[in-house]
């Protein structure tokens, strides 16, 4: 069901080194690490998805409550994530931006 979910930080070093072994002692493996993004994602053993994301906030704006927090839904193919993006804004939902690509795990 989920994709990922991705957590807003402002200084991505002290961030890394909570969650670091905080991952560690729930058994989670890191996936990358990239200081310079900055951004770095975790996931359970022999898995890739769900993945747990932190890093500067995506659009490249300060983070503040509500700026780059992501859940991220995961869908079988391309036709499911634009017929449920259609869905969504026939119900009163807006886009800020298109739907991510199908990413293959």
């Known amino acids: 069901m989920f994709s990922h979910v991705s957590i807003s930080v402002s200084q991505f070093d002290r961030a890394l080194a ?9 058994g ?3 996936r990358f690490c990239q200081p310079d993004t900055p951004w770095a994602g975790w996931h359970s053993p022999g898995g890739q ?4 994301l932190i890093g500067h906030p995506y659009n490249g704006q300060p983070h503040h409550p509500g700026n780059g927090q ?7 193919s391309r036709a499911q994530v634009d017929a449920a ?12 931006i298109a739907p991510a690509q199908v990413v293959a795990d």
């Open 49 to 52: 998805r769900p993945l747990l």
């Open 70 to 76: 992501m859940v991220a839904l995961s869908a079988s």
């Open 18 to 26: 909570f969650y670091s072994p905080l991952m560690a002692a729930l």
């Open 28 to 30: 989670l493996e890191q």
């Open 85 to 96: 993006h259609q869905l969504a804004l026939a119900h009163g939902g807006q886009a800020r």
